[in-house]
Every structure is written in structure tokens, then in C-alpha cells.
């Protein structure tokens, strides 16, 4: 069973459930429809492509980056800034931490950031419409609790997750770049060394030219 | 029952007849034979690809989408698309700057599409043919994306089919086969003629209320060139570079070929 095909199709199908519990969320994608983007996050060069249409989004998870010219807008985002690109005043700032790289038609992430900002589910209203008032209470209160413990978790998680895989990623390209530098290291501790024993002989003879 | 576990690579046409599932008909006949069947099954046909293969159907069709790498812009022929699932998706991605063409011998099978893709709101890039894969009214050199999904092993000269396809497609261009095959081991082979002989008709006159249109439909599977057949026969007409994926064990194949 080709599993990324059925991660896309579950992804697209909880998306478009989410997307149309109101009728009202459906206008704002009009000013997505026709268009592409493609989502890369690196370090770990996930590619995520998102379809949009009047009436839905359709997702894939492709195995390769594609091309630039194959979607409207690449977006090629550092895991730990993930977040942040949701606010469209973040994006100058990202680019320059070089943790954000825009190809195509910005307009697309734009377009889409407004869509997730509008995107405010009232999750009570449609809790209760399936639940009845009592337990759709009681099951927010808990969801709150298991968001906040969530959140935290995801905030530890994502930096450790960031930094391991980073750090994996240079372990694994550079164990030459490691003897390398470890040669480096020693050439400096001889060159301080030297140093050292100049500035110990200059000072011993700066005190006997004192002395006399 | 041996005659069930083995696809049978039995050549299109010889002497003036083929096979119609396990029948031997006139090579005439079939065209009409298969038309029939796709005619009574057209209004159930979704529904009962969801019943039949569990929904797994979709994520098949969903490997040769990403398969095809299409790209905005493009040009898409989705043959014997019947109800255009292929078309739907292929149609979001080439976008509005490109163009995708469901083709289909059937127009019953054609007129359900069709609906189907309006109700999805999707009009703008979608051209409806009605054509025999034998013989494509189309220039050559037009489409960047050929892909015929679960149509192959009804045509009658599949040879033609393909041949036809390899001029229809730009060079650099790619064909997408989607179809049934051998399963790769002895266990998985018994259950799958376990199922498709015994079960799946009677699943057919359940829901669509048509045991001998789905009869047909599992005998024609084992009748279809198994994948290295296939594969040289797309060779033969000169695709290149050709490769097949195996699913679910064999049981279906995507085949995968350019023309240069
Ligand atoms: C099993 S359906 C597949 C439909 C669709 N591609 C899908 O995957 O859901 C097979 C289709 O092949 C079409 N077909 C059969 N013989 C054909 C031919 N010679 N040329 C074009 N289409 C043909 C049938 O009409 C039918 O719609």
C-alpha cells in the first residue's frame, strides 16, 4: 500500500471535513482557486503540495521537491519558523535569518495566510450541534487542557526535533569536515602554545631589564 | 481453477476471435460486448469501486497521479476515464493555464463523468471525447499526459490501443497504464480468485443488481497481459525507458512509459 498516498488522502480529507463544518469558510478560497503551492520544510525536505479549487483543497505528498514552474508559489521554510509564516510581516525577517525561501507568486502564501487566519472555527457551535450543550462543554474544557499540555509538548518537541535532525544532518555530511576541523584545532593550540611561551620569554626578559 | 490463478497472456486477436473475460467471441463482437457491460454498470460504477476494493481503489489512482508528475499548464488525456476521477484531480493541478481531455468509448459511462465533475464545480479546463483508445481523433504530438486507468485489458487490440496512445503524446511525453495484474505470491493469488470468482459477483447483483457485468469484469482480469508482457508490448511500439510499480501485492500495476 503506497503509504504517502494514503497520508495525503487522510490529510486532504480532515482538511476539506474541517474546511466545510461551515459553509461560510468556502469564499475564502476564491481567492485561491487555480492556484498551487508547494511547502518544503527543511531540514527535513518534506515537500506538501496544496491544490486549490472552488470547493476544496486536494493534497499531495510528493516524493521529490517539484520543480518551481510545476506550482504557482514554492515556500521552502525552516521547521522552527513554521509558525511563524502564518503572519505575513514575519516574511522580510525570515528571509534575511535565511530561514524562509519564496518562489513564485507570494500573492498564493498570502492569500492562503488570510485563509488560516479567517479559518476561526467555533468549535463549541459545532460540538454542540453533534453533541448536545452539556458534553460539548465538558469536552472543550478538557480539549483546552490537553492543548495546552499539547503546545507545550510541541514547542520541546519541535525544537528538539529542529536541532536533532540538524545536528544529525551535519553529523552524518561532515565527518570529514569533523577531522578537518579537529586538525585545525590542534594546528591552533601549537600556534598558541608558541604564543604563549613568546609571551612568557618577553615577559621574563621585560622583568630582568626592570630589575637591572 | 488453475485457469483462474494464472493471467493468461493470451494474444488480442487470432483467427478473427478474442476473449470477452474467459468467452471466445468474434473480435467484432467485443467492442459492443464491452460497451454493454460499462452501460449497466455506469451508474453504479463509483459506488461499487468503493465496495469492491475497499476504497484502496482511490490511493492506486492517487500513486499515478503523482506518478504522472504533471505540472501546471499542461496537457492531460485521461483515457477510458469513465466517471473522471483521474480527471478531477488532474484537472486541479494543470490548473487553469492547462488542459485535461476525458475520453471514453462509453457515453453512458461519459455522461456520468460529466455530471459528476460539473457537481464538483469543475468546468472550466475539461474537454469530453468520445473515442475508441484503438483510435484516437486527436493530432499528434498533443498531450504531455497519457494515463488510462483499469481500460486497457477491455480493449480489444491492445497493441493499437497503444500505439495510437505513443502518437497522441509529445515527445518527452509519458503513458500511465493503471491496471490489474498478477499477483506477485501463491497465497495472496488464491484469495484473490477466492474473492473476485465467488464473492465479487455476488457483491455486483447486491448492490448493482448485475452478477454477469461483474463476472466479466473479474474474468478480464486474469485474461490481461501479466506486468513483463505488458511491459513489452508498450516497448514494442516504441515507449521507452518503461518501468512498472507493483500494489497490493501485484494485484495491480502501474506501468509507466515515455516517448523521446
Ligand atoms: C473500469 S472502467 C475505468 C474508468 C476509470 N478510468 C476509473 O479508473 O475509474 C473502464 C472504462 O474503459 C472504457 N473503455 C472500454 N473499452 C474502451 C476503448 N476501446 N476505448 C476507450 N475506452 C474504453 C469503458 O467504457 C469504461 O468506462
Redesign the interface.
Known sequence: ??L???A??LLEQGSNTLLKLDPEHLHLLKPLT???LQLVITPIQWPLVL?????QI?I?L??QQ??E????CTVVVALSALDQIRDTNNLTKLIKADKLDLQGDLKVLQNLSALLSELDLDLEKILTTYLGHTPAQYTLAFAEKAKTMGEYWFDQAQVTVAEALVEEKKLVASAMRIALYCEDVTQVRYQLDRVEARIALLERQAAQQVEK | MEKQTQTLNAPDIENGKTHFGFKQVDAQDKESMVADVFHNVAAKYDIMNDVMSLGIHRIWKRFTIDSAGARKGQQVLDLAGGTGDLTAKFSRIVGPTGRVTLSDINPSMLEVGKDKLRDMGLVQNIDYVEANAEELPFPDNQFDIVTMAFGLRNVTNKSKALASIYRVLKPGGRLLVLEFSKPTSEGLSKIYDAYSFHLLPKMGKLVANDEESYRYLAESIRMHPDQETLKSMMEDVGFENTTYTNMTGGIVALHKGYKF
Not at chain 1, 69 to 72: S, T
Open positions: 500500500m503506497p504517502r498516498q494514503l495525503a488522502a487555480g492556484q498551487s491544490y486549490f479549487s472552488a470547493t486536494d499531495s510528493p516524493e517539484l520543480a514552474d510545476a506550482v504557482d
